[in-house]
């Protein structure tokens, strides 16, 4: 199994900055290796969507195009945990956010956190 603790939510006004973290942990991980570590967000009534993804050997991240420029993924290897520094908040970036993992060689996030509610006043 692999626990996943979520940190770093809060109330923020708009154009402010937040810094979430996750950290991973268990006995699958040094077991099986991990290919990438997600951030998803599901705002109230909405369905998750992807916000940003490390991979994990490589060091290669993706975004979503709604947080490009504004949000950086990080990740520091030696503690199995993953950042996400949100700059230039917006209303509508409020949400629960949900640090995902996905194992190496697979395909699909089969371990999810417990999520941290930002959210953005305007």
């Known amino acids: 199994q692999v626990q996943l603790v979520e940190s770093g939510g809060g109330l923020v006004q708009a154009g402010g900055s937040l810094r979430l973290s996750c950290a991973a942990s268990g006995r699958t991980l040094s077991r099986y290796g991990m290919g990438a570590m997600g951030w998803f967000r599901q705002a109230s009534g909405k369905e998750r969507e992807f916000v940003a993804v490390i991979l994990w050997r490589a060091g290669s991240t993706s975004y979503a195009d709604s947080v490009k420029g504004r949000f950086t993924i990080s990740r520091d290897n030696a503690e199995t945990t993953v950042y996400l520094q949100m700059n230039s908040l917006k209303p509508e970036d409020t949400a629960v956010y949900y640090c995902?993992?996905?194992?190496?060689?697979?395909?699909?996030?089969?371990?999810w956190g417990q999520g941290t509610q930002v959210t953005v006043s305007s």
């Open positions: 995902a993992v996905r194992m190496l060689g697979v395909s699909e996030y089969g371990y």
